[in-house]
Nanobody, 122 residues
Framework: VQLQASGGGLVQTGGSLGLSCAASGDTASNYALAWFRQAPGKEREFVAA????????FYADFVKGRFTISRDNAKITAYLQMNSLKSEDTAVYYC????????????????WGQGTQVTVSS
């Protein structure tokens, strides 16, 4: 499975930004997709995950109510809509895939995409 993340950029505090993660490969549609992030000097952390059908989602507590994960299985693409952004959301965001969504909720994944930078300025 190959993952291509896009959509990062610079946004002001309180603003919104959307990320996309396009998955490809013969079995890509069977995979749960997730977003992680890593801020400078910090460890990578789980942000949100969505199951292969889209019916199950998990969120880290610090993004609940602000971020929404979704997916389009026709395009095998996951999206992360980020609203009410805070300076502490500044990080490199990575998309990931796993056959087991709970694996990603625990911080691991089978495949990783390249990161996309999100910078929230005050």
């Amino acid at each position: 499975v190959q993952l291509q993340a896009s959509g990062g950029g610079l946004v002001q505090t309180g603003g919104s930004l959307g990320l996309s993660c396009a998955a490809s490969g013969d079995t890509a549609s069977n995979y749960a997709l997730a977003w992680f992030r890593q801020a400078p000097g910090k460890e990578r952390e789980f942000v949100a995950a969505i199951g292969w059908s889209g019916s199950i989602q998990f969120y880290a507590d610090f993004v609940k109510g602000r971020f929404t994960i979704s997916r389009d299985n026709a395009k095998i693409t996951a999206y992360l809509q980020m609203n009410s952004l805070k300076s502490e959301d500044t990080a490199v965001y990575y998309c990931a895939a796993s056959l087991t969504i709970l694996k990603m909720k625990s911080g691991a994944a089978d495949y990783w995409g390249q990161g996309t930078q999100v910078t929230v300025s005050s």
